[in-house]
Nanobody, 118 residues
Framework: QVQLQESGPGLVKPSQTLSLTCTVS??????????WRWVRQPPGKGLEWMGDISSRGSTHYSPSVKSRTSISRDTSKNQYTLQLSSVTTEDTAVYYC??????????WGQGTQVTVSS
């Protein structure tokens, strides 16, 4: 059974850097051929893909957040991390990590609410 679990602060101040970690169990994040995604959903809006890291460690980012986003991984802990810098209230959202084996997501974390507020 594959499980993903997001962790990180629920409240971040404007201009700070948000850091979230996804801990994966039941599947190695280096196993071929998966993409490990970060997706968010702002209040009242749809899902937004932010970026991903592949099983080989290559990263891809959405143009809308590319300049502020970094995704990395710790293979020893089977975790991958999202860092989003210079956050504003527009970054308030539920953040999800998810696994994508192809053109669909097959496993999701439960999501974590992040609020940007002073």
């Amino acid at each position: 059974q594959v499980q993903l679990q997001e962790s990180g602060p629920g409240l971040v101040k404007p201009s700070q850097t948000l850091s979230l970690t996804c801990t994966v169990s039941g599947c190695s994040i280096t196993a071929n051929y998966y993409y490990w995604r970060w997706v968010r959903q702002p209040p009242g809006k749809g899902l937004e893909w932010m970026g991903d890291i592949s099983s080989r460690g290559s990263t891809h980012y959405s143009p809308s957040v590319k300049s502020r986003t970094s995704i990395s991984r710790d293979t020893s802990k089977n975790q991958y991390t999202l860092q989003l810098s210079s956050v504003t209230t527009e970054d308030t959202a539920v953040y999800y990590c998810a696994r994508e084996p192809g053109n669909f997501f097959d496993y999701w974390g439960q999501g974590t609410q992040v609020t940007v507020s002073s």
